[in-house]
């Protein structure tokens, strides 16, 4: 169990390490198109999957609705934001339970790639989870709005979306609270 902590804890300081290394410079340039958009999600909140609980910041998902419109449409961030709010009334999870950009509740990853621009609309991110090497799939559908690229749903291997997920009746998406 000690040099499995030990892989892991090296294994995040080389992640952050690579991470700053590929995708720092990508963030300033002039770029805004919506692989630059992904990206960017990453390199302002790869620090959940590398970090963790240590940061004790805020997920994306997490982010008031000024943060949120950055990256999503504003239906999507009005659904986030609202997810929140919920969140706070009750102290409880309401729909959303996992990290909506690593589709996971503890998330960790490694080997993360940015995929281009699919049919205009869309973008797959892949990574795998260290625990057991899965590779996952993430797809990010995108719109450019007037202004410019913004995150319109997150779909997820199992074929579930991130809009879909936040739509429901608050706290009917999470057994805890049924």
């Known amino acids: 169990m000690e040099m499995k902590i030990k892989v892991l804890k090296y294994f995040k300081f080389h992640l952050i390490f690579i991470f700053y290394i590929c995708f720092y ?5 002039e770029d805004n198109g919506p692989e630059q958009l992904i ?3 990453y390199h302002d909140y790869a ?4 970090i963790g609980d240590q940061w004790k910041g805020e997920g994306i998902s997490s ?6 419109q950055k990256y999503f449409d504003y239906r999507l961030a009005a659904l986030l934001e609202k997810d929140n709010e919920c969140n706070s009334r009750g102290g409880r999870t309401c729909n959303l339970d996992f990290d909506p950009i690593f589709a996971s509740q503890d998330p960790a990853v490694y080997d993360l790639r940015v995929g281009n621009l699919k049919n205009n609309e ?7 989870y260290p625990e057991n090497h ?4 993430v797809k990010y559908v995108v719109v450019n709005s007037g202004s410019g690229w913004r995150v319109k749903d997150i779909c997820y291997q199992h074929k579930s979306c991130l809009s879909t997920i936040l739509s429901v009746k608050e706290g009917l998406n999470n057994p805890s609270n049924l």
């Open 47 to 50: 620090w959940v999957a590398v």
């Open 25 to 29: 410079p990508l963030a300033f340039s």
């Open 134 to 137: 899965e590779r996952i799939l």
């Open 122 to 128: 869309s973008i797959d991110v892949e990574f795998k």
């Open 63 to 68: 982010q008031k609705l000024p943060v949120l």
């Open 39 to 41: 990206i960017n999600i």
